[in-house]
């Protein structure tokens, strides 16, 4: 299982994890959190679904979820700044896309993106999925634990 390599991983480095999740609705977490020994690396999470949570929750600026809009890169990108800094951890992964079963945002179904922040760099990673809603938020979590868990040095 990917989550168990993520929690291996970060315990070898002692660093810890946050997650801020709006496509996936707590299923990052739940990831993470089924592996045993990850109390000692997942410092917690943020379910911002709505965008009044992104803002005053994540920090994330108003004008980017305008400008942007809540399924765009920089959104992703600023949802992963604004847990790695909320929960004071070495690392965060947010996930922002469109489950389905309609549009949402001018994007199509299974449009997603993944960001990554560390303390000295942050990226986001775009995805285009198709299925059912349960298979995109699932698709969703292992793709952002498999670039995560690619991106941690053995």
Known sequence: MIASAVVKKLGKKKATLSVAESI???????????????????????????????????KV??????KFTAVSEEVAKEMAIGARKKFNSDYAIATTGVAGPGKAYGQRVGTVW?????????????????????????????????????????
């Open 61 to 66: 600026d108003a004008k980017s979820l305008k």
């Open 24 to 58: 996936t609705g707590g299923g990052l977490a739940a990831a993470i959190t089924e592996v045993a020994g990850s109390s000692k690396v997942f410092l917690g999470g943020v379910i911002a679904y709505a965008d009044d949570v992104k803002i005053d929750q994540l």
């Open 114 to 154: 993944v960001a990554i922040a560390s303390k000295k760099e942050v990226f986001a990673i775009a995805l285009s999925l198709s299925g059912s809603r349960d298979l995109i938020r699932h698709a969703t979590i292992e793709s952002a634990l498999a670039s995560f868990e690619r991106i941690l040095k053995p």
